[in-house]
């Protein structure tokens, strides 16, 4: 079977679990999926540019993904004057000093020679810079924090429309790998994947604890949307007359009574569906303009050098090609990605909620998909981010009906029936691991494997 033979069947087949899902649960159901998928999809790409194209193993992708949520706060909440009015002064000499700090480290640095001298002057520099700091910011944090706590007790953000944190949100994040790829780029592959879970962990622990900033584990809720809400939708005329007529048929044949009951109730569902529409087209927009940059990316020039270093690192390099500038390139071109997935979550959700971010959970969901799609393969990515996702979020329900389906002949009193109910929920690790073997022994280079493309 040829490739463009196996995308078809991979994207057919996902089209019909999703029919399946809206036919037999509900489709707001299927479009809550479907708008996960999307999103997931282009975590996935992110991932996939990172260990497809450069073979660099970043397990720090939930890190970035905060940080493209927490941008989506700081773009488009209000900013609490009064916290802004309390904390200002000092917040400001902090960053000063800080910044100051970090400018003198890295003079002393590069500019005074290795040994005794130069490692006393850093050391003091950053041990009096941070007391400097910290002098300040404890001062402003408290005073922020006080203010409202219960309602408010951070700064806010620029009240802005929440679709511009999305761009925001990948230079970030951009900025950040930036920085974390100029340390730990240098480290061998297993250490840079230690390195890499443990700064996910720090940027996680901050968001939580940095109350000032994010609200912590207070979270941050009512964030505005980019679609409209489903109240307005169901008193606005124009929407009443849509659905009214689009069940025209069936409202026909009920009487007065029952024909009123039935359109409200046909507008409280054609609501939730259209929202999820709108999301739908927000979202599969940025996912085929980002699947777009990276096919065309992939089968560039510079697509061909990231496989070759990725593939003999020795050879690359004695081909005067420069290994760690082009990974740092690659590491922060796919956390920029990852970054947009992030604020795109949060945009979804209408809140943000840094203890939902765990990175040994999902960062290997993420993972997976990458790996069941085809590794190197930007439609396998997206692929995998469809066939994982509908099978983590389906495995629940699935395993409750073989529950109940492989134990209906037991009494309800039956000890091992009434344990394998409660175990029901256990099944989504089954399907994952059985998703992931067969794939693995039947596809070992996932559903839509690599392309190497020849060139005479």
Not at 77 to 100: D, H, K, M
Not at 184 to 210: F, P
Not at 443 to 454: A, C, D, F
Request: hydrophobic share 55%.
């Amino acid at each position: 079977m040829s490739s463009v033979q196996k995308t078809w069947l991979a994207f057919s087949v996902i089209g019909l679990l999703l029919l399946s899902i809206g036919f037999g649960q509900s489709w707001s159901v299927a479009l809550g999926i479907f708008n996960m998928c999307l999103i997931s999809s282009i975590v996935a790409l992110g991932i996939n540019i990172q260990w497809g194209y450069a073979g660099i193993a970043n397990v720090g992708i939930m890190g970035f993904a905060a940080v493209g949520g927490m941008t989506a706060v700081l773009v488009s909440e209000q900013p609490v004057t009064a916290a802004w009015e309390a904390g200002w002064g000092n917040l400001l000499l902090a960053v000063l000093f800080f910044s100051i700090t970090v400018t003198l480290a890295i003079l002393c640095y590069r500019r005074m020679a290795a040994g005794r001298h130069r490692t006393i002057a850093l050391s003091a520099t950053i041990i009096i810079g941070l007391f400097l700091t910290r002098y300040f910011l404890d001062p402003a944090v408290a005073s922020i924090e006080a203010i409202e706590p219960a309602k408010t007790g951070f700064l806010g953000g620029f009240g802005l429309p929440i679709l511009f944190s999305w761009i925001i949100g990948g230079i970030v994040a951009a900025g950040i790998a930036w920085v974390i790829g100029k340390i730990a780029l240098g480290l061998r592959a297993d250490y840079l994947t230690i390195a890499t879970l443990g700064i996910s962990e720090i940027i996680i622990a901050l968001l939580k604890n940095e109350d000032w900033l994010t609200r912590g584990v207070k979270n941050v809720t009512g964030l505005p949307r980019p679609v409209p809400y489903e109240v307005n939708l169901q008193t606005s005329e124009w929407f009443i007359d849509l659905i009214s007529g689009w069940h025209s048929g069936y409202l026909s044949t009920l009487s007065t009574l029952d024909r009123q009951g039935a359109l409200k109730q046909f507008v409280i569902e054609g609501s939730s569906i259209f929202v999820k529409l709108c999301y739908t087209g927000l979202f599969a927009t940025v996912l085929i303009f980002i699947l777009i940059l990276c096919m065309r990316a992939l089968d560039s020039p510079w697509g061909r050098m990231m496989r070759a270093i990725r593939d003999n690192e020795v050879a690359a390099s004695a081909m005067g090609k420069n290994i760690t500038r082009r990974h740092l390139q690659i590491f922060i071109i796919g956390s920029a990605i990852v970054g947009i997935a992030g604020a795109m979550i949060t945009t979804l959700d209408g809140q943000f909620t840094p203890t939902s971010y765990r990175p040994i959970r999902f960062t290997f969901l993420f993972l997976v998909m990458v790996i069941v799609g085809g590794s190197g393969n930007n439609l396998g990515a997206v692929v995998g981010g469809f066939i994982i996702w509908i099978f983590w979020i389906e495995a629940e329900p699935v395993g409750v009906w073989l529950m109940h389906f492989g134990t209906a002949w037991m009494d309800d009193s039956n000890a091992l029936k009434i344990h394998l109910l409660d175990s029901a929920q256990h099944m989504r690790l089954f399907f994952m691991g059985l998703v992931l073997l067969l794939i693995l022994r039947f596809s070992p280079g996932g559903i839509l494997p690599e392309v190497i493309k020849k060139r005479s």
